[in-house]
């Protein structure tokens, strides 16, 4: 489809009152027409100076742009004997989200597979409602009456469907247990230009072969056409790694085996350096080995491990310190999450949840799965918290876990083992069945719907046993890139989905 | 300093690092090897570890960090000397002599 001309008459009107969310169902609005959007990009002014070389004249030395403006965009409704949906939209005064589905040959009415694209438009309020001639004075007035508003968001962005195909396969000889972005989209200012996509780090943990061989990471500057590997030199060989994240210009690398953090900056990784690794051990207890790591920004990391510990870190280089020494739960936590620098989330062994809504101070709170080992959780606000299990269960809460509800997934999966967020309308899931074949879902309504990704007319999902982590690009939810154990039990592969 | 590929007594290929001055001709067996490191722990024939030897010094891999990116072509020469070795095997024992038994 990709070069089809879309024509006007091919798309429809969904609706998510009060936002996209789990519990909130789009709505579909089959007697509804967009019309035009405007999305102002913001005024490009012009700086100028003097013309040194003539008199009442100016050159222009440089230029900014302004913000981006809202979107605006016109929605017309057929009048109904039905209560209104778009007057009651619009008495509420709360954020909606619109969502105009295009495609050709399918369903309309099927969210989630009956489109070809999809312009999102979160966040948005009705600025004017109206309607066209209620009477008619004479029949060549009889007419059809329209509901007439204008809708304000916040932002507009397209979602199409998704092709995944392996990447650097010739490189990833060992599992895959993490794989972070370090890119930054910008014009060229600052760093290369870059759409803030082009810069991954895959860590690649070390096989199990004797003689035992480094982890490493395989990185690539330009969304992997090129590959660089770097064995983390600081490990023993045949050590196993737990996660990685990119903590401001470095690559944090945790392992559980060495009690430690690993270290390097991405452009020694990127630029090929031989043996750029350091590793810090300072603040690590014995009884509290990392596990998993998140980071916000260059100030603020979290690292939980067994025993319930949480530590902190203001800078890699200089180690981390204890958070939580296993008061909040005793038990081994094996995944963690932030929202921002306050509200940050960890789930372990034994159905163990543990939460901080100031960055310091942790509790436990009751998870949804009694006795089940929690792998997975994702913060898609303060108080929503997606977590998954070691059976292959998905449970939600925005309540800060005082009620967690349960979301089917079809395949019926075996174990999660990683939930993530692009934004708040786009997420993904990545399980395992228990054959074990890796399985990607993918929502486009915050959560509401999830379905098995890529859908089967657009193509199939690489063949891999599973999928350890994914990572997203800023501004762009139609992008992943994920990591894993290939379908042959001992290689690592790393997908791209596009 | 640069590096000199010579041949020993029993055949085998070594890489050595030499002068910039040491001119063609000139015996590197003064001067430190760069590699590549022993072999033998594969427990190969010593005609095999030999055309692995002197087949990886020919590719320009003679130690770790000239391993990096190459898995490809590692892979493709152990299928051309018709070697049944994994390249983590390789890559190890390569790891092994260039970061130490740590």
């Given amino acids: ?498 | 300093m640069k590096h000199m590929i010579y041949t020993d007594n029993e055949g085998f290929m070594w890489v050595a690092i030499v002068p910039d001055s040491l001119k063609e001709g000139q015996s590197p067996l003064a001067y430190p090897v760069a590699g590549p490191p022993d072999l033998s722990v594969l427990g190969l024939s010593q005609e095999d570890t030999k055309r692995l030897h002197n087949g990886l010094v020919e590719k320009g891999m003679y130690n770790a960090p000239a391993l990096l990116g190459r898995r490809k072509e590692l892979m493709q020469l152990l299928k051309s000397l018709g070697l049944k070795l994994s390249i983590f095997q390789i890559i190890g024992v390569f790891q092994q002599a260039y970061y130490g038994d740590r």
């Fill in chain 1, 1 to 498: 489809m990709a070069d089809t001309i879309v024509k006007s008459g091919s798309s429809r009107i969904f609706t998510i009152q009060f936002r996209a969310r789990h519990d909130h169902a789009p709505m579909f609005h089959g007697f509804a027409v967009a019309g035009s959007l405007d999305y102002g990009q913001g005024d490009v002014t012009s700086i100028e100076v003097p013309d040194p070389t003539r008199y009442n004249s100016w050159l222009t030395a440089s230029e900014f742009q302004g913000a981006a403006d809202r979107v605006t965009l016109p929605l017309t409704f057929r009048l109904t004997y039905d209560l209104s949906e778009v007057l009651k939209l619009a008495k509420l005064r709360c954020a909606f989200d619109v969502q105009i589905h295009l495609g050709a040959c399918t369903d309309p009415r099927d969210f989630d597979l009956g489109y070809e694209k999809v312009q999102v438009f979160e966040n948005a309020l009705i600025s004017s409602y109206g309607t066209t001639d209620i009477g008619a004075m004479s029949g060549d007035d009889q007419a059809g009456i329209d509901e007439e508003v204008e809708i304000s968001a916040r932002t507009m962005y397209e979602i199409i469907p998704m092709r995944y195909s392996e990447v650097a396969a010739g490189f990833v000889g060992q599992e895959i247990v993490a794989i972070s972005n370090g890119d930054e989209a910008g014009c060229g200012d600052c760093a290369d230009p870059s759409d803030g996509c082009s810069k991954i780090f895959a860590l690649a943990n070390a096989p199990g072969s004797s003689p035992g061989v480094l982890a490493e990471v395989i990185a690539t500057n330009d969304g992997f056409s090129t590959v660089v590997e770097s064995p983390i030199n600081t490990l023993t060989l045949a050590d196993n790694v737990s996660d990685g994240a990119v903590v401001s210009d470095s690559y944090v690398v945790i392992s559980n085996e060495t009690n430690s953090l690993h270290y390097a900056t991405l452009d020694d990784i990127l630029d090929g350096e031989i043996d750029p690794w350091t590793e810090v051990t300072a603040g690590f207890v014995i009884g509290g080995e990392p596990n998993a790591i998140v980071s916000v920004s260059p100030l603020d990391t979290w690292i939980v491990g067994d025993g319930g510990y949480v530590y902190f870190s203001a800078s890699p280089a200089d180690g981390v310190e204890v958070m939580d020494a296993g008061s909040a739960t005793a038990e081994d936590l094996h995944d963690v999450d932030a929202y921002d620098t306050d509200n940050i989330v960890a789930v372990g062994d034994n159905n163990a949840v543990v939460y901080t809504i100031d960055g310091s101070t942790f509790s436990a709170v009751t998870g949804p799965a009694p006795g089940v080992n929690l792998t997975a959780v994702a913060m898609r606000g303060e108080k929503e918290w997606w977590v998954g299990t070691a059976n292959g269960k998905v449970y939600v809460t925005t309540d800060r876990g005082e009620h967690w509800t349960e979301k089917g997934l079809k395949g019926s999966p075996a174990s999660i083992q990683k939930i993530g967020w692009s934004n708040e309308t786009v997420g993904f899931i990545a399980a395992a069945t228990a054959a074990p074949a890796a399985r990607l879902y993918r929502t486009i309504n915050g959560g509401y719907s999830w379905t098995l990704d890529p859908r089967a007319t657009v193509g199939i999902l690489p063949a891999a046993d599973r999928i350890n982590d994914f990572t997203f690009c800023p501004n762009d939810p139609n992008k992943i890139y994920a990591g894993g154990l290939a379908d042959d039990a001992s290689d690592g592969i790393i997908i791209k989905g596009q």
